[in-house]
């Protein structure tokens, strides 16, 4: 059991049943739900401000605004990749652990540079 307290003063104890009215709330809003296209979208759109970041270092000349602006575009799109690895890692992308773990490899081994598993 745990302790929950919306008033310093008063502490309520929440119980199985409490937890499972909740979880019926959450399934029954369709929070649970895998949400494929979401996934699809920042995928290609975090590999293409990789992709683009990459591109600056090589086609632009080395000067200080563009390095920045290289160096922002490529740390920002790293980490999203890596939460992409992130969520493949709980199992939250796919329904097959394959998948799951093959995304995983490319985002955080492949990519990030991180050992993944």
Not at 10 to 17: E, F, N, S
Not at 57 to 71: D, K, N, Q, V
Not at 88 to 114: D, M, P, S, Y
Request: charged letters at 10%.
């Amino acid at each position: 059991m745990s302790f929950i307290s919306t008033d310093s003063s008063v502490a309520r104890t929440l119980t199985g049943a409490d937890y499972a009215e909740l979880r019926r709330t959450i399934i029954a809003a369709g929070l649970l739900n895998r949400a494929y296209v979401f996934y699809l979208f920042h995928s290609a759109t975090c590999f293409t401000l990789l992709g683009l970041a990459l591109a600056l270092f090589f086609f632009f000349p080395a000067t200080f605004g563009w390095t920045a602006l290289a160096t922002l575009m490529l740390g920002f799109s790293l980490v999203q990749v890596a939460l992409i690895g992130h969520d493949a890692g709980h199992h939250e992308i796919f329904r097959e652990n394959r998948k799951n773990w093959f995304l995983g490899q490319l985002c955080w081994t492949l990519i990030v540079g991180v050992g993944f598993w």
